[in-house]
């Protein structure tokens, strides 16, 4: 079943409004601050989670099992399309709101989702703002420290106090939520987001690079196949900023690995290992005090012990929340790659990142 499927025409038509002229989101975000700023201003944010990493490498399990422990507020499938805007879209929205049914998302891993469930689209905000500075033609751009400008700084934290504000009246109290947040893109700017939220927790995850390397090929054709037949899963990718996969598939060019040439047009397995060693080479040399990496093969094996260091590490008020949810880990539906089908020097170069990742492990 393709993405267009979930949408119906006039769901669709809202996405072309709001995504094709990025004007419309920035219009109604002044809009909704000027009629409700009152309500969210004073609302003050601190110890944010942000999960990032590669694709595939477990951070939409992180963010579900976190948000399910009802101490964050974050994005969730019902703030689409109008992501700047989350007050007023939620007053709207709310008179024709459809039932929320699990079914499994597109990615085809088992993983079930529904409106109500947390997905990252905090990605909107930053190309909304600093596309210029991310986004070139075959390849996207790490975003290091001074980068953000302050219209984005001042628009991703309102939006963040207005996310915990819808929050606290979901609740019905004055709720002390935290902001959480999963986007894979943020694996390049890790000591941004250190810049931007001092008192933040940056949780990475990672996988064994066979694994890994397996799972990301076998995305990568998923995503080209639908693409193929289904232009509006294209589109709404590229609207998301989620260039993973797919025809519409940028790498990130961590310390110019990729040149001006980005990536070939029929990518190998060597070149997902190389890119699998870039990115996570590129957090280690990052690497700020706030950062915990997870190792995904030990959460599968020793889940609660994993979750138990990991709800000690980001301060949770209750651990018993997210260490009760072990019992929903699984091993992934992919299969990992044999080492003979990529060249000794690219294996041998992963396998030492990833020694070095699993020491710094919690």
């Given at each position: 079943?393709?993405?267009?499927?979930?949408?119906?025409?006039?769901?669709?038509?809202?996405?072309?409004?709001?995504?094709?002229?990025?004007?419309?989101?920035?219009?109604?975000?002044?809009?909704?601050?000027?009629?409700?700023?009152?309500?969210?201003?004073?609302?003050?944010?601190?110890?944010?989670?942000?999960?990032?990493?590669?694709?595939?490498?477990?951070?939409?399990?992180?963010?579900?099992?976190?948000?399910?422990?009802?101490?964050?507020?974050?994005?969730?499938?019902?703030?689409?399309?109008?992501?700047?805007?989350?007050?007023?879209?939620?007053?709207?929205?709310?008179?024709?709101?459809k039932k929320s049914i699990l079914k499994e998302r597109s990615?085809?891993?088992?993983?079930?989702?529904?409106y109500d469930s947390p997905e990252a689209f905090e990605e909107v905000i930053w190309l909304a703002y600093l596309q210029d500075e991310?986004?070139?033609?075959?390849?996207?751009?790490?975003?290091?420290?001074?980068?953000?400008?302050?219209?984005?700084?001042?628009?991703?934290?309102?939006?963040?106090?207005?996310?915990?504000?819808?929050?606290?009246q979901a609740r019905g109290c004055s709720a002390d939520l935290r902001y959480l947040s999963k986007n894979n893109a943020n694996v390049s700017r890790i000591d941004t987001l250190s810049e931007l939220f001092p008192n933040s927790t940056i949780v990475v995850p990672f996988r064994h690079p066979l694994a890994h390397t397996g799972s990301l090929i076998k995305q990568h054709d998923r995503f080209l196949k639908e693409q193929s037949t289904d232009p509006f899963s294209m589109r709404y990718m590229k609207w998301l900023g989620h260039y993973e996969f797919g025809k519409i598939f940028k790498p990130i060019n961590f310390d110019d690995w990729l040149g001006e040439t980005g990536a070939p047009y029929d990518v190998n397995v060597d070149f997902w290992m190389e890119y699998w060693s870039r990115t996570y080479q590129y957090v280690l040399d990052n690497k700020t005090s706030n950062v915990f990496f997870i190792d995904f093969d030990k959460l599968l094996g020793?889940?609660?012990?994993?979750?138990?260091?990991?709800?000690?590490?980001i301060g949770l008020r209750d651990a018993h929340q997210l260490v009760g949810q072990s019992n929903r880990l699984r091993m992934p539906k992919s299969k990992q790659i044999s080492s003979t089908e990529c060249s000794i020097n690219t294996y041998q170069r992963a396998c030492e990142i990833h020694a070095q990742l699993r020491v710094a492990a919690i």
């Open positions: 079943m393709s993405l267009s499927d979930d949408y119906s025409l006039i769901d669709r038509g809202l996405h072309y409004l709001a995504f094709c002229h990025p004007a419309i989101q920035k219009a109604l975000c002044e809009i909704e601050n000027d009629l409700y700023g009152k309500r969210f201003r004073d609302i003050s944010s601190d110890n944010e989670v942000f999960v990032t990493g590669m694709p595939r490498s477990g951070t939409t399990l992180l963010l579900e099992l976190l948000y399910n422990t009802r101490e964050f507020s974050t994005y969730t499938y019902r703030n689409m399309p109008f992501i700047l805007s989350p007050v007023v879209w939620s007053g709207i929205s709310g008179y024709f709101q990615h085809g891993d088992g993983m079930q989702v529904s991310i986004v070139r033609p075959d390849f996207l751009l790490p975003l290091g420290p001074g980068k953000c400008t302050p219209a984005f700084v001042r628009t991703l934290k309102d939006s963040i106090r207005k996310l915990l504000y819808l929050g606290r020793s889940g609660e012990q994993v979750l138990a260091s990991l709800a000690e590490c």
